[in-house]
């Protein structure tokens, strides 16, 4: 059984930074993609960024881009979220997701097979 588990989440100030960790269990993830969501309160979830397990191909909505990075460590089977240059309208639930199939390149929430529990973050202005 896939099991997801978030950390890192906290509360920043606008311009900071922090880095999410997902760690990943319950089988081998290649083949598998990872992505990254965020809810905010009263909002749909939406994507914000995902990775390829095997070869590292990233795709990031435009509202992260350049300030967003995500990377993922086979020997810690582990997934980051990197994020810089944070801004009050960041604040959110962060979701770690994960697909079995190589196709990174989807966004859409029901794309994704398994979930973690979430991680509160929260910038300040």
């Known amino acids: 059984q896939v099991q997801l588990v978030e950390s890192g989440g906290g509360l920043v100030q606008a311009g900071g930074s922090l880095r999410l960790s997902c760690a990943a269990s319950?089988?081998?993830?290649?083949?598998?993609?990872m992505g990254w969501f965020r809810q905010a309160p009263g909002k749909e979830r939406d994507f914000v960024t995902s990775?390829?397990?095997?070869?590292?191909?990233?795709y990031h909505a435009d509202s992260v881009k350049g300030r967003f990075t995500i990377s993922r460590d086979y020997a810690k089977s582990t997934v980051y979220l990197q994020m810089n240059n944070l801004k009050p309208e960041d604040t959110a639930v962060y979701y770690c997701?994960?697909?079995?199939?190589?196709?990174?390149?989807?966004?859409?929430?029901?794309?994704?097979?398994?979930w973690g529990q979430g991680t509160q973050v929260t910038v300040s202005s």
């Open positions: 319950g089988r081998t993830f290649s083949g598998y993609a």
């Open positions: 990775i390829r397990w095997t070869g590292g191909f990233t």
């Open positions: 997701a994960a697909r079995p199939s190589p196709n990174h390149m989807v966004s859409a929430p029901t794309g994704y097979d398994y």
